[in-house]
């Protein structure tokens, strides 16, 4: 069974930098072709797709509310899925969820993705 557990959420100010972490057990990330993205969910509104890391590590695809100012990895040793978060803002406030899929394709669509993890929470204060 696949589990994914983030961590690395806590409150930050404006322009703060901060890197989320998503521990992945039962899917071996170097051995099994796989999409790995995050996700975001803000209060009151629906979740949102932050960005995704292909398989091969040579495609990446990014919101364009975070492009430029976040950057999404995968630490294959580890068995790790990472988000680094430079400049964040407080509209960056939100529970943000890791999530993996069997697939060689890149995908920004919530549905694509089957398993996925509890979410750890980002406050960002101005």
Not at 85 to 99: F, H, K, L, S
Request: net charge neutral.
């Amino acid at each position: 069974q696949v589990h994914l557990v983030e961590s690395g959420g806590g409150l930050v100010r404006t322009g703060d930098s901060l890197v989320l972490s998503c521990a992945v057990s039962g899917l071996t990330f170097s051995q099994t072709i796989h999409l790995s993205a995050w996700f975001r969910q803000a209060p009151g509104k629906e979740r949102e797709f932050v960005a995704a890391i292909n398989w091969y590590k040579d495609r990446t695809r990014y919101s364009e509310t975070v492009k430029d100012r976040f950057t999404i990895s995968r630490d294959d040793s580890a068995n790790t899925l990472q988000l680094q978060m430079v400049g964040v803002r407080p509209e960056d406030t939100a529970v943000y969820y890791c999530a993996v899929t069997p697939s060689s394709q890149i995908y920004d669509t919530e549905g694509k993705y089957r398993y996925w993890g509890q979410g750890t929470q980002v406050a960002v204060s101005s």
